[in-house]
């Protein structure tokens, strides 16, 4: 899942396929919450994550730095602020793997039911990667 930076487009490019996830998993939330928006919000917040790993590998990058896991990546960003303290991260990657096993359809109305805050952590991360690249 996680790419090596020689692999990695430029950040900038990263933040706005970020910025189209962001924006079609909030349209997503607005749905009925039926079994297919449902299913359709789960297979966007699985783009968002891929995509926000790869934006902050590609952020470390840009530091000299690297990550090659999301738990090293979301590590990394919270060391760097990218991210606020004290969430938990190693929940959000739970839940993103337990998409990919047996249970997924059972956990479905659990994940589906964190979106929203989420999203919101996701879109802090994006805007503070925004920050750091045009300082860049």
Do not use: H
Request: charge should be negative; hydrophobic fraction near 40%.
């Amino acid at each position: 899942m996680t790419a090596t930076p020689e692999e990695l487009p430029p950040l900038n490019i990263l933040l706005n396929q970020l910025d189209w996830n962001l924006q079609w998993l909030q349209q997503m939330e607005k749905n009925e919450p039926t079994d297919y928006f449902r299913d359709a919000a789960l297979q966007r917040f699985e783009f968002t994550f891929n995509t926000a790993v790869k934006c902050i590998q590609g952020a470390a990058r840009q530091i000299q730095d690297s990550c090659d896991s999301p738990e090293k990546c979301f590590a990394l960003a919270e060391r760097k602020e990218w991210v606020p303290g004290g969430i938990p991260w190693k929940n959000i990657v739970e839940d993103f793997r337990s998409m990919k096993t047996d249970t997924a359809q059972e956990n479905a109305d659990a994940l589906f039911a964190k979106l929203t805050q989420y999203r919101e952590l996701f879109k802090t991360l994006f805007d503070r990667l925004s920050a750091l690249d045009a300082d860049s």
